[in-house]
């Protein structure tokens, strides 16, 4: 029972952590570009995530004749389950998350994934070629993120020799952050992540100014409203995935007593560094076209991250790690 | 560490949430006939896709239920993920051969 509480609450403030990165994303991009952003619902503007999540989920569901409702439905609805259930695997304050299991990084490149899968059948199940176009680039980028992302977390995991996340914090605990140990993994995850959220560079499924919203433009309403979440959640989980994996989560300096206080601050801020550097390409450099997109992620990336791996390896086998 | 139950609970939690949410929002329908077509006179259609794409696509998603039922095994290579790989391999080997 008090397990179920501590879900539900875990849940909720999740949610509401996503749209606060949302807010910062979006203010950041903002000055970037020289302007304000959201300033009008809350102070700053900090609930206007909240409202625009609220004003989509009162519109009226609109859709194509012929698109494939279930499929439409269910999309939204999983999609969001599926990365709300990978936070919980994430460690907020302690070293271990609300769910913590032996090979829990997997478990979170699996259901990344998942979300991945349901981006492509929401594409398809619009009866709209501009849909149809965002879902087929959407399953290219695919193609070409997922392995370099699925390879930089492999490093890590060969380094700590271990593909449970609290082991992975146990072992920078006791040694160097994986940053130092791994600089080309972490590069090489900030542009899959990158890919992952549809972020400029990367943003080629919903390319605005090219096929309307992509895979979203029939969209509306709920639908629309819960794909925005998960995007803002997806967000949340990267940028602590990353803080988690490299930059060791909540280890810090800490006063006796108080070690969960100072854990959550360590994580907030490393959280916020990667949701920072994340936003700040977003803003800085311009939309790659999908052949050059997946020419980038196969001839540099995918080589690099293979670099990096072997790295570490020879680095294990001489006994430096 | 946690056990199944609490994987289970947890997902139940998420799963009934986002559903609830879901149906909070409004849920009135209305059809139309033409899609968003940025004042083109593009028809409700779908596009073929190129199938090798979608093909692997599919391919990357089971391969990650083969890498989930390997975590939940805690690294150990059980017959039921060797089953489960022999029946996948035959079913894509059949799919590529048609």
Not at chain 1, 72 to 77: A, E, K, T
Not at chain 1, 180 to 200: D, H, R, Y
Not at chain 2, 79 to 96: A, E, G, N, T
Request: net charge neutral; proline share 5%.
């Amino acid at each position: 029972m008090e397990y179920l509480l501590y879900s539900i609450i875990f849940s909720v403030s999740a949610i509401l952590v996503a749209f606060f990165l949302e807010w910062f994303d979006r203010k950041v991009y903002a000055r970037i570009q020289h302007r304000v952003g959201p300033k009008i619902t809350g102070p700053h503007g900090v609930l206007q995530p909240i409202a625009d999540f609220i004003k989509l989920l009162t519109k009226e569901d609109c859709l194509v004749k012929g698109s494939d409702t279930l499929l439409l439905d269910m999309g939204p609805v999983l999609s969001v389950a599926f990365v709300l259930f990978s936070l919980f695997f994430i460690p907020f304050g302690y070293s271990e998350g609300l769910l913590s299991i032996p090979g829990d990084l997997i478990i979170i490149i699996v259901l990344s994934s998942f979300v991945a899968v349901m981006i492509l059948l929401t594409g398809y199940a619009q009866k709209s070629a501009y849909a149809n176009v965002g879902a087929a680039r959407w399953a290219e980028l695919f193609i070409s993120f997922e392995i370099p992302f699925v390879i930089s977390l492999a490093s890590i995991t060969v380094a700590s020799r271990s593909i449970t996340i609290s082991e992975i914090i146990s072992w920078q605990a006791h040694n160097l952050p994986l940053i130092v140990i791994a600089p080309i993994a972490l590069v090489t995850f900030i542009f899959s992540s990158l890919a992952k959220l549809e972020k400029t560079p990367f943003d080629i499924p919903e390319a605005e100014t090219e096929i309307a919203a992509g895979w979203m433009v029939e969209l509306s309403g709920r639908k629309l409203a819960f794909f925005r979440l998960t995007k803002d959640l997806e967000y949340l989980l990267l940028s602590a995935l990353g803080a988690v994996i490299f930059l060791g989560g909540p280890i810090g300096p800490s006063l006796p007593g108080l070690e969960l206080i100072f854990g959550i601050i360590w994580m907030a801020i490393k959280t916020i560094i990667f949701a920072l550097v994340f936003s700040i390409l977003r803003g800085l450099v311009a939309r790659y076209r999908i052949d050059q997109a997946i020419h980038l992620f196969w001839h540099k990336v995918i080589p690099l991250t293979f670099f990096q791996l072997i790295i570490i390896v020879m680095l294990g086998l001489f006994g430096f790690i | 560490m946690q056990g199944l139950l609490e994987i289970v609970l947890s997902f139940s939690v998420v799963l009934i949430l986002s559903l609830l949410l879901y149906f909070l929002g409004n849920r009135k329908k209305r059809e139309t006939e033409n899609p968003f077509a940025s004042g083109e006179k593009i028809p409700a259609m779908r596009i073929q896709y190129l199938a090798p794409w979608l093909f692997y696509v599919i391919l990357f998603g089971v391969i990650d239920v083969a890498f989930l039922l390997i975590a939940l095994t805690a690294g150990q290579f059980t017959p039921i993920i060797l089953v489960y790989m022999i029946i996948v391999s035959l079913v894509f080997i059949i799919l590529k051969l048609k």
